[in-house]
C-alpha cells in the first residue's frame, strides 16, 4: 500500500522549476517552501485555511501543480502555476462536502476539479 501523500518526508533540498518532476513522488514530498523560485501566493496557499504544507503534486503541461490540505472530502485549495510565467498563477478551492471552485487558463469558472485540470491541459 503506497504511503499517503501528507504522511510522506519532505525532501531535504531545494528544487528549482526545471527540475520539479513530471509526475508525484510516492517516497517524498516537496513543499512550497522548498521550491527556490515560488511565488508569494503558492508559498501562501493555505495560509486563509490554516493549512501550513503547500506540496506539489504534478506537472500537467506548462503548469506545476501545488495543493494546501487534504486530496479528499476536506477544504482544501490547488494552485497551478505555469512553469514559464509563474506570475500566471490558477486555484481551485476543494470544500468540505465535495464541491469546489476555481478560474482557469481558459476564462472560464469550474466547479469540478477534471474540467479545472482539463484547461490546464488544455492551455
Known amino acids: 500500500m503506497p504511503t499517503p501523500a501528507e504522511a510522506r518526508p519532505p525532501t531535504d533540498r531545494d528544487w528549482h522549476t526545471d527540475e520539479l518532476p513530471p ?3 510516492r517516497d517524498f514530498l516537496i513543499p512550497a517552501q522548498r521550491w527556490v523560485e515560488a511565488p508569494v501566493s503558492v508559498r ?3 495560509d486563509d485555511l490554516g493549512i501550513d504544507l503547500v506540496a506539489y503534486k504534478r506537472r500537467i503541461g506548462r503548469y506545476l501543480l501545488w495543493r494546501a490540505g487534504p486530496a479528499r472530502r476536506a477544504d482544501a485549495r490547488y494552485a497551478a ?4 510565467d509563474l ?3 490558477f486555484t481551485f478551492r476543494l470544500f468540505s462536502d465535495g464541491t469546489g471552485e476555481g478560474t ?3 476564462g472560464g469558472v469550474h466547479t469540478r476539479f477534471r474540467t479545472w485540470k482539463e484547461s490546464l491541459r488544455d492551455d
Open 104 to 106: 482557469g487558463p481558459d
Open 81 to 84: 502555476a505555469a512553469a514559464d
Open 87 to 89: 506570475d500566471r498563477t
Open 23 to 25: 509526475t508525484p513522488q
Open 44 to 46: 501562501t496557499l493555505g
